[in-house]
């Protein structure tokens, strides 16, 4: 039963009874009887030295009951906890979208990602998703009210926000240059383009849509709507910042991404 052997066959069944072991015990009985040390005139050393192995394999028993907590890790179990691969555990998965790393990218400003990953989902509360539960709503665009509101007119076919998207992004796409909402989607995913290109898009993008969103719910609460020149001002400072701000932390492959926002306003 231990490392030394079968004990009855090393101390005679006599002496493991002699050491208040039962005849037929279990192992894990024989460890918790043998508690009590007793006096052994006989084979003293031997008898010793087992109790000593019995009294260890019952401490190591008495620690395994308080519990060790273990995380799975894929197939294996470890004692450190990683949050990552948990997460990879308990969801569902499913494909990846081609438009994600378009919309969560390295230094992107998060209030803004949100925002658009909603938008893309067409999770926001546009008009015409609201017309589905009040129909008796009024669902005019707010920002031109000139047209039914929803997503695709609201950040890029109103005549208010297609001009503030233009102003934006037309000098970096020229010829490319879109304001349908799947091309967008095509053009913030496309990673052959220069990294401070794509990082200029896809910032300016979000930016545009946070402020249109925001401009869209100050009217809706009776507000009034900022002017586009000073909207476009605004937008344009913005990036500059967020790009200068780039530029002062050395972030790789954005050294000049500044000069190229502002060659790009021509
Ligand atoms: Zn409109």
Redesign the pocket.
């Known amino acids: 039963m231990s490392e030394r052997g079968v004990l009855s066959d090393l101390l005679g069944e006599r002496s493991v009874i002699d050491m208040g072991i039962r005849k037929d015990a279990t192992v894990e009985e024989a460890i918790l009887c043998s508690h009590r040390r007793r006096r052994h005139c006989t084979c003293t050393v031997l008898l010793k030295d087992i109790e000593v192995d019995l009294s260890r394999m019952r401490d190591c028993l008495s620690q395994a009951e308080e519990g060790i907590s273990l995380w799975r890790k894929d197939s294996r179990f470890k004692n450190q906890f990683s949050a990552q691969k948990t997460w990879q555990l308990i969801r569902e998965t499913k494909a990846k979208c081609s438009w994600s790393r378009g919309i969560w990218f390295s230094q992107a400003t998060p209030k803004f990602s949100f925002m658009m990953w909603l938008a893309t989902l067409d999770r926001r509360s546009t008009m015409d998703r609201i017309l589905c539960w009040n129909p008796s709503i009024d669902a005019t665009?707010v920002?031109?009210k000139?047209?039914p509101?929803f997503r695709d007119?609201?950040f890029f076919e109103?005549?208010?926000s297609f001009q503030v998207w233009e102003h934006l992004i037309k000098g970096m796409l020229r010829n490319s240059y879109t304001n349908i909402w799947s091309g967008i989607m095509l053009l913030i995913s496309d990673r052959k383009k220069e990294k401070k290109k794509l990082f200029c898009i896809r910032y300016a993008l979000q930016s545009a849509m946070y402020v249109l969103w925001r401009e869209r719910n100050k009217v809706k609460h009776r507000e009034k709507l900022m002017p586009k020149v000073v909207l476009k001002k605004m937008l344009d400072k913005d990036i500059r910042n967020k790009l200068s701000l780039l530029r002062s932390k050395r972030v790789k492959g954005m050294e000049g991404a500044l000069q190229f926002w502002f060659v790009t306003r021509a």
């Open positions: 665009c920002l031109c000139n047209a509101e007119h609201l109103c005549s208010y």
